[in-house]
């Protein structure tokens, strides 16, 4: 059974965070889920370059907490087991208080997740709103030759 085949993910933390060229050398958008659940500890972000210019590969996933967090056992781990990829969401189906992402094989290879993981998320109206506004410009930036399919946002593919 591939991660999260059977368990969602309990999100209780989400953050959404503008990094500038100062602080970080690219100016970028990051949107991380965390699933701190039973000692699971399974994480995902997703970046996004603010200048359109340096959008080129589209977004970038990642599976661990950036490096730089305070605790050097967790920025060495990081550096070791650290993996990304540009582009592999398919699809993402909010509803309520779940989000349903559908990855691209390539994604389930790099990650060994199942083809959907479900995200339920434990936050307030208002963080959630912030968390999937900022998914969709996200994944409004795919990878040349890909595209993600918007479901429940607003102005979503399945309205046109």
Partial sequence: MSQGEDAPWLVRRADVVTHTEE???LAYLSVSLRDDALGSCRFIEFQL????????????ILDS????????LHDIAVQVSH??????????????TTIVLSFEPEAQQVFGWS???TFLLEMGNEKRKELLKAMQLVFSSA???ESVELVGFEGDSADR
Wanted: a negative charge; charged letters at 30%; hydrophobic letters at 20%.
């Fill in 83 to 96: 993996r990304s990829l540009y582009g592999g969401v398919r699809r993402c189906e909010a509803a309520g």
């Fill in 49 to 60: 370059a603010l200048d359109p210019d340096e959008r080129m590969g589209g977004y970038c």
């Fill in 65 to 72: 907490a950036p490096v730089g967090s305070g605790d050097p």
């Fill in 115 to 117: 083809g959907r993981e």
């Fill in 143 to 145: 990878p040349p030759g």
């Fill in 23 to 25: 602080e970080s050398g």
